[in-house]
């Protein structure tokens, strides 16, 4: 993946780092190492603690996700990964995060949300996508990751809702939570099937081991 200005790729000790360009400089979100490169602080992105930063370092080839972007995050927990895509997307950019469970929603608030304007929590059920008030006009991108046995679904739903034409879509499938006893590429590909059915064209397709074990990056765009 080509470099943006907000996204490098560091070398830390003779080993190269995804790192994005800090948002909030000075501030730490989860504990990892601000660097600064050109006179600018930027933030090594942990694939073992975030999924995206996981599938660049697999070789995510078109990221969608660019300086300005507007995104819908599906399943934004505590907030590392929402972190990332904030400094991505930058001051002309907005992150709609949203996170049903209440108190991981207040780490997500206190920890990133109310460090960054660009950042607006949605504390509601990813399956009800018309409930989201604060959500408005349509969005560039979805993004979607959440453990569920229905989440390609969810996110068709989700798109159907927010999502502008020619927007894309990054879905995390957790293969464990779909179908346990399948081998996880079968479920991955079966996924993939469902978003073509829907009008997806797919993108690329990237397993996400040794970040995280039986999961699966589809990217994919109407």
Not at 17 to 26: D, E, I, R, S, Y
Not at 91 to 106: L, M, Q, W
Not at 110 to 134: C, G, L, M, T, W
Request: charged share 25%; with cysteine; proline share 5%.
């Amino acid at each position: 993946m080509a470099e943006s200005d907000a996204i490098r790729w560091i070398s830390v000790a003779g080993e190269k780092h995804v790192a994005t360009l800090n948002l909030v400089p000075g501030d730490s979100v989860y504990g990892e190492k601000l660097v600064k490169q050109d006179g600018e602080e930027y933030r090594l992105w942990d694939p073992f603690r975030s999924k995206l930063a996981g599938a660049l370092k697999k070789g995510l080839k078109n990221m969608p996700i660019k300086n300005g972007s507007k995104v819908l995050y599906l399943g934004a927990s505590t907030g590392t990964t929402v972190s990332h895509v904030s400094d991505i997307v930058g001051n002309s950019g907005i992150v709609f995060a949203v996170e049903p469970a209440t108190r991981v929603a207040r780490e997500l608030i206190e920890n990133v949300a109310a460090k960054r304007k660009n950042v607006v929590p949605v504390i509601e059920d990813a399956r009800r996508p018309h409930s989201y008030f604060s959500v408005f006009g349509k969005v560039d991108v979805v993004y979607c990751d959440i453990a569920q046995p229905d989440q390609t679904e969810i996110a068709i739903a989700n798109c159907s809702a927010y999502l502008k034409p020619g927007g894309a879509m990054i879905l995390l499938v957790k293969t464990q939570s779909i179908d346990v006893t399948r081998d996880p590429n079968a479920v991955i590909a079966q996924e993939a099937r469902k978003l073509e059915k829907a009008g997806f064209t797919i993108g690329q397709i990237l397993k996400l081991e040794p970040f995280d074990k039986d999961h699966g990056l589809i990217y994919c765009f109407k």
